[in-house]
């Protein structure tokens, strides 16, 4: 959400989008409702829309549905679950990721760890990168940890 005001700064100069953003976050559901209230008579359709399902109060399915002309949320299988959370630059999304490519024995990811420079990593994903390919080569190496 922070992202979205910023790029709503840009786009409306002089609109104070910061005290917007604080006041959409706040526990106050009357400040909450003012700068909602704001943002929608700044902003014109179709934006209006899109950034008021972002930013509503209501649960996450309705402003999902709400959003569905802005944005539809891939179908994803787990192994593209996982493909996608390799490619995060986050070492612990990484690491987990990595590891369970090892610890299911998802060949069909091999090549995608193998491609993972690991110089641009920490020590501890290129690590977990390399017990995970190890897991892959033999998969009853990893029963001697257990």
């Given at each position: 959400m922070e992202r979205l005001f910023r790029l709503l700064a840009l786009q409306y100069r002089g609109e104070d989008f910061r005290t917007m953003h604080r006041g959409l976050r706040s526990d106050d559901a009357k400040v909450r409702s003012n700068s909602r209230e704001l943002l929608e008579n700044l902003l014109d359709p179709p934006l209006r829309e899109a950034v008021v399902a972002v930013v509503d109060d209501a649960p996450a399915e309705q402003r999902l549905a709400r959003a569905e002309g802005y944005y539809r949320a891939p179908l994803l299988d787990?192994?593209?679950v996982i493909s996608t959370l390799l490619d995060q630059r986050g070492e612990t999304l990484q690491s987990l990721a990595a590891y369970h490519v090892g610890e299911l024995g998802l060949t069909t990811l091999r090549?995608?760890?193998?491609?993972i420079d690991r110089r641009g990593t920490g020590l501890f994903v290129s690590r977990v990168i390399e017990r995970a390919l190890r897991l892959l080569a033999d998969p009853g190496a990893g029963l001697a940890h257990a």
């Open positions: 787990y192994e593209a090549g995608r760890l193998e491609a």
